[in-house]
């Protein structure tokens, strides 16, 4: 590898669905909302629902589900007290991420752009991720979250590159509508989004980043 040249100054990754395969953690955190309010839980064939909760924000979910609620305070007071770990069962780590993450490492810099708020880490001490990221960015530190380009502008701008010279590999429309927006590269991971390219596994990262 040391003869390959990187294409890429920052490889930018995605969290949920990129990183984890969080899906089912997701269902379990809403539906013990829904539960709360004495809702039934969210109906696993409504894509669209499952589109929205699985991408978006903690914010714009909850808005989603319950903003004509009568009790939607109640709704974000209660989901604040789900804690991560008590979902983490729920999660697992995408095949081949740790093996893309150890070929990319020392050729390009390495960085998340995610749509969780407080739990980045926690995930990335719990999975085994410590020391691969230089940065972390999260809808904590932004006013506007993906599909807004913020997220990715200030990656950008903390590593002070251009936007050519970053990748983003997301698995929503969000992050392909971030990527657009900003004019980062976008691959699409496990999804058939326009991008540079789709892959199925993380292993395919690689050919992408390096040339001869």
Known sequence: MNKLKCRYKVVIYDCDGVILDSIES???????????LGRPAVDRT???AQRVLHTYSF????????????????????????????????????D???????????HTSLAICTNRATSMDM???DFG???????VMTAAQVVN???????????????GIAAHEALFIGDGEVDMQAAKSAGVP???YKSDLPSLARIQHHAEIVRHVFSA
């Open 26 to 36: 997701n269902y379990v955190f809403y539906n013990r909302v829904m539960e709360y």
């Open 46 to 48: 409504d894509l669209e």
């Open 129 to 135: 991720l410590t020391g691969y990221f230089e940065y």
């Open 123 to 125: 995930i990335i001490e």
């Open 186 to 188: 976008f691959i699409s």
């Open 96 to 106: 081949g991420f740790v093996d893309a993450l150890d070929q990319l490492r020392g």
């Open 59 to 94: 914010h714009n979910v909850m808005e989603y589900f319950f903003a004509d609620d009568a009790r939607r305070e109640d709704a974000f007071r209660f989901a604040k007290t789900i804690h991560y770990r008590d979902l983490m069962p729920y999660m697992s780590m995408e």
């Open 145 to 159: 979250p993906k599909p807004h380009p913020e997220p990715l502008l200030k990656v950008l701008e903390h590593f």
